[in-house]
C-alpha cells in the first residue's frame, strides 16, 4: 500500500472545507471517477463530523493507494471532551456504509477512528 497523504488537523468549518478539495484531488490521481471521488468526500466529510460530534478538536487523515482501491484512515487526536450526541451521526454512518466499499469504526467508549475503503 502507497501512502498518498497525510494530514493533521484542527475539526471546523473551514478546515472541512480544504480537505474536501484535498479528498478530490487525491481521488484524482488515484484515477477514481468523478462520482467515486463525489462519494469519497462525502464519506471523509462525514467521518471527520462524527469525530468532532465525539469531542475531538483535532484529527489525523491518512490516504494510501492500495492494491484494491484508495483506503482512508481517519482518528481523533489527543483528548476527546464531552461527546454531543447528534441525531445525524446515525445518518452520516448509513451514508457511509451505503457510498464506500468497505467501511469501519474504531470505537471504545466512544468513537476514535474511521477507515473508509473505495
Known amino acids: 500500500m502507497k501512502d498518498l497523504m497525510q494530514l493533521q488537523l484542527p475539526l471546523g468549518g473551514d478546515i472541512m472545507t480544504t480537505v474536501r478539495l484535498t479528498t478530490g484531488g487525491i481521488c484524482s490521481l488515484a484515477g ?3 462520482d467515486s471521488s463525489e462519494d469519497c468526500k462525502v464519506c ?3 467521518s471527520l463530523l462524527l469525530l468532532l460530534h465525539a469531542g475531538y478538536a483535532r ?6 493507494d492500495g492494491e ?3 483506503r ?3 482518528a481523533g487526536m489527543g483528548t476527546a471532551a464531552d461527546a454531543v450526541s447528534a441525531p445525524e451521526d446515525e445518518i452520516s454512518e448509513a451514508l ?4 464506500a466499499a468497505r467501511v ?4 471504545r ?9 473505495f
Do not use: P
Not at 484529527?59 to 494510501?64: G, K, N, P, Q, T
Not at 469501519?104 to 470505537?107: D, L, R, V
Open 72 to 74: 482512508i484512515e481517519i
Open 32 to 34: 477514481m471517477d468523478l
Open 44 to 46: 471523509v466529510t462525514e
Open 68 to 70: 484494491d482501491g484508495l
Open 59 to 64: 484529527a489525523a487523515v491518512r490516504f494510501f
Open 96 to 99: 457511509l456504509g451505503a457510498l
Open 109 to 117: 467508549e466512544r468513537l476514535t477512528g474511521v477507515i473508509i475503503e
Open 104 to 107: 469501519s469504526f474504531e470505537k
